[in-house]
């Protein structure tokens, strides 16, 4: 399943590569006919994501204000919204008419991916400050999960290019025929983007997105997450803070690598209580967390070694050291002191620690 800093560069994607173009949206796959027929036709405003949530804004005209509940208003390309907390007078449009933003919400879960397709000018950033790179390589590539490229398959540089077919130029290229069981495609001027596979595509009024985010824990890539409510609800819970980490109504985006990793930089053990874990430790987590997605959204990848402690050379067999401390490092060394690597299965899912770091 992908961890939050993918849903964010997926949003960001979208809204580089669509925002303001008024899209013909389908459901090849016939699932999701309905919700494609109300968004067809409608301009793509923009994008945001919650956590491992992707809320997409439609609206009948570019320049209608949208708003994602608790994240202040914003207009397509106006860049940050100002924080606010979430609040139920902001929730919901009056009674009076029709709401101006239909969202479209997906959650990929574990099987859910978007391929890209699109001429020479359909582009958009590999990584923040990064040359432009294109998407798309006639379908072949995909923003998918995992721990890899958020934009994974993306040609990079000039000298990538080589050996790869032409791409068209603007006004030849045609959107090719959907491949596998397309839920949603999304059609503009010069490209296409195909959703498959998500555990949940539906759409919202701006009521339900903000009941929704209210179930969800703070976000630390999102303006508007507050860690003080991320410190309360784990010294609320006698569940182990490492099962917390991992709950997305505690703290959204955060899943297993992220989870491990911040762990053994603070030090902290994913077996003590969240009741008994202090405030100051916790909020050492969230600002642990903040920089460590904030690369991943950058790069489109999760690296939590610091420089000093990645072993010269990388040991063969062991390239995980290169990236992470602990996580699919199980029997190998810790690389802050030599202790080998615990795993666990907890929650149905694979916990790594050191026992040595992590004693308390």
């Not at 008024?22 to 994008?47: C, E, I, K, N, Y």
């Not at 508007?224 to 803070?241: C, E, L, M, T, Y």
Request: glycine share 12%; hydrophobic share 35%; aromatic share 6%.
């Amino acid at each position: 399943m992908p961890e939050g800093h993918t849903i964010h560069r997926l949003a960001a994607a979208l809204s580089e590569l669509f925002g303001g173009q008024r899209l013909h949206v389908s459901s090849p796959q016939g699932r999701f006919a309905a919700g494609a027929a109300r968004l067809d036709g409608q301009v793509l405003v923009g994008a945001e994501a919650h956590g491992k949530h992707l809320f997409v804004a439609f609206a009948p005209q570019a320049d209608i204000p949208f708003e994602l509940p608790g994240a202040g208003s914003v207009r397509a390309g106006s860049g940050q919204a100002r924080p606010r907390r979430l609040t139920e007078s902001a929730d919901c449009p009056p009674a009076d008419g029709p709401a101006p933003v239909t969202w479209l919400r997906i959650h990929l879960g574990l099987y859910g991916s978007w391929t890209f397709d699109g001429d020479s000018t359909f582009t958009a950033p590999h990584a923040i400050g990064a040359p432009r790179r294109r998407v798309g390589e006639r379908g072949e590539h995909a923003l998918a999960h995992g721990g890899g490229s958020a934009l994974s398959g993306l040609s990079g540089g000039q000298d990538d290019a080589a050996g790869l077919p032409a791409e068209p130029s603007p006004g030849q290229w045609q959107a090719p025929e959907p491949r596998g069981a397309v839920r949603v495609r999304l059609e503009g001027d010069h490209g296409v983007a195909d959703l498959t596979g998500p555990a949940a595509c539906e759409i919202l009024d701006t009521c339900e997105v903000a009941q929704v985010r209210r179930r969800l824990g703070p976000d630390p890539l999102r303006p508007d997450g507050d860690p003080q409510v991320f410190v309360d609800a784990v010294r609320r819970r006698r569940k182990a803070v490492g099962e917390l980490l991992m709950d997305q109504s505690v703290i959204s985006g955060v899943g297993n690598i992220y989870r491990a990793e911040s762990l053994l930089r603070r030090g902290v053990s994913p077996f003590v209580p969240g009741n008994r874990v202090s405030e100051k430790r916790l909020h050492g987590l969230w600002e642990d967390l903040v920089p460590l997605m904030e690369y991943g959204v950058a790069t489109g990848f999760i690296t939590t070694v610091e420089p000093e402690d990645v072993p010269e050379p990388v040991p063969a067999g062991d390239e995980e050291a290169a990236r992470w401390y602990v996580y699919h490092r199980t029997g190998r060394p810790c690389l802050r002191c030599g202790t080998p690597v615990s795993e666990r299965e907890v929650a149905g899912r694979r916990l790594f620690w050191c026992p040595r770091c992590q004693a308390r």
